[in-house]
């Protein structure tokens, strides 16, 4: 990892400074990188109508605090994890065990012990899960560098499928579980859709939050500062491996949350959502966003969310490819972001 | 404090091969025969790793990053033989033939042997004929061997017809050339003229002969295809370094950008094979060898003894390459200091644009051997990738026999592994695999001097 040549005194930029985005000639591309993605957004939902607007919406909300949580440990300790995923489908598997009510037994499918907990009783158990999860790979991981580390955080994906998919009497394997609650308070229910949208929104607002505080805490700066050389600051005697492990874990929570909503609103989950694809999707927008910036990577999942929906309106693309087709896009965007901006839209640091 | 840590490292991974072997042995005596059959699944699963691994290891040794291409080139191999071969599985059901796929590899082809052509020939005619008109050549050159290969991707019916002239001129032009080597040492001027064309004209009679026995036996055509695909996923992979990775490494040393953007390439390649192919798995066709042979109360089939085979010859390749040529010694300069290389002379661009050339064949050489032993599909390529490299790193980073034995030992403890288990907890077994090799033998089995 090394900084720009012009990094400013301040470590890090967070939402919106709106004077530093007009400050320099780098800083116009990000202030039109911004405004194009909000107003293709709401452009989007204008002409769209509001329905397909909500969906849109929750599944942004999703990726952005995935790739948010992802952000934590790429762009403040320099280590490119592409096993995110296996966090996000703990804290989904978590949630869906734990809150399905179906009777499987009828279906002469193979059949799970059901709890039918409430979603808010089963949600912080799955956030945990992740948790600890995260401390125990943390701990082996921790002493791998750069290309190394990206092989056995692949490992960590394929592992994470592998018992999604074959620990059949916990998961159900291929078949995947259903009917998983929606949040409920007493008799209040969130069933419908906009109500749906606007919790998810609530959750990644307190990840932000929590993201934010973090960063700008003292602890953020020793993040920082592990990023730009390690060696050093472990010479003035911060305990490097336990700042990093702390922020590895926290994040993985974050990723549990996330799994745990995406769980409760699709209300089925399947091992089919959480391949290696998907992590490889996650750390693509958090580079296209910018590593170490919130901004950018709520960007960044804003901008994919919109490619993976805009290119269904493109007229020359039949609708069976266009899930290809965004990966085709992505691939290239990849590409030449590494060759022309490896800070990502509105990042300051480079991988 | 670390002397300690070391010991106790050591001592856990002492205990844990112990008791490893412990369980692998009373295993054997329970079921010697399943041992044994065992053993040969182990073969023919580490073949193909261990050609994948060699690979790996040596364009990793080279340059010093990890480029996933490499995944994409091993899908590539097996699809390209799908792509040719299409219209005799399955009563080509799915038989494919897409102009845009066509286009797209003949424009490639003709722009890496455009490169070619102007990196070897340019520098020595540039004396004789203007500029102007040496370009103009070896640009009609280039377009002609392009429009060549999109007329042989068009009609993969008559492979055998349309690539018996090529290697008719390729045996004709080897025997020339590798003679013409051994007469130099024994004779020189006139004599060596006289001698050489005589050779020449024998080479005429015996290409020609090569192309008239391809053409007339149909039933080489799988064969055919292996070889076009490989070189086209060779190809490719020689056109992403030249076209994107140097200019990529002039800008930034970091090996997290070219991983990224050749992540970035693995997706869209991926993708496509998916757009043009459906991603559902699909069969490739007879090959050798389908009928298993029964050796010691175990059966292993023909094919995968020829996938030993494949990997054995291609270690001796390797090794020759690396060790007896002017080539390999350039590659292995610049493994240790490619800067140094520069400064002495080596063209490093063109040397390390023909390591990835070979590397990549040896990718989709992996793949379509793979391809052939089970069903193919689009994303094969990333977990062939992981598995090459996770037998490298086992074998020892950077250690070309450490690959071939990182491979063949990955394929053996994969296979007793799911001795007790179910099949599918393969993947999972090779990377736990990995995590311990990594945390208590960082070097692997053979590590680089």
Redo the contacts between chains.
Sequence with gaps: ??TNAESSSKPTRLLGNSQALLASAKGNLELWANLLIIAWALGFMLWQGVGFAITVGTVFAIWAILSVSLNLVVGFTGL?SVGHVGFFGIGAYTVAILTSRAEYEQLRTEAIPTFGWPFFAALPVGVLLAGIIAIAVGV?FN??R???Y???S???A??SF??F??WRGLTRGAFGIHEIARPAVGGWALDDELGFLIFALAILAIVVLLSWLIVTSSFGRVLTAIREDEEAIAVFGFRTTHYKLAVWTISAMMAGLAGGLFASWTTFVDPNSFI??ES??L??IV?LGGLATIWGSLLGAMAFVLLEEGMRFLPFLPTI?VG?????V??????LL??FR?QGLVGRY?? | MIAQRVSLNNLLAIVLTAAAAAYVGWKISQSPDQAVQFAFNGLSVGAVYAILAMGFTLVYSTVW??DLYYGAAAALGAYGVFYLRSQETLGGLYAVNNVFVNVLFAAVTAGVVAWALYESLYPRFRARFSPIVLRAILGLVAAGAGVYTGYVLSFPKDLHLTLSPVIAIGVAVAFTWSLYQVLQGVCAGRVLLGLVSITGLVAAALGAYCGYLIATTPDSKLYLSWGLSCFLAGIVGLAFYRG?YV??RE??R????????S??????????T??VFE?TPRPLPEALGNDPLAIAGATIKGFNVFTVGVALVGFLFLQFLLKQTAFGKAVRAIGDDEEVSKVVGINTTTVIAVVFFIGAIYAAMAGLLSGHDTAIQP?MG??LL?KG??AS?VGGIGNLQGAIVGGFVLGMIEQFGIWDL?G??R??IS??L??LF??FWPTGLLPRK
């Design positions: 990892m090394q490119l082996v002493r791998f750069d290309d190394i990206v092989l056995v692949f490992g960590f394929i592992i592998n018992i998919l074959n290696l694809l490889m999707l750390v693509a580079i490819h290809q087709a965004r990966l085709v992505l691939g290239i965007l990849l590409v590494m060759l490896p480079k991988l | 990053f990890f994107l200019y990529m800008r930034s970091s090996p997290l950008i070219m991983l990224v953007a992540l970035g390439i693995l997706l869209a390649i991926t993708a496509l998916s757009i991603s994303r990333l977990l992981l490299w996770i790193v179910a599918e907890w993947d999972v990377f736990l990995l995590i990594l945390s």
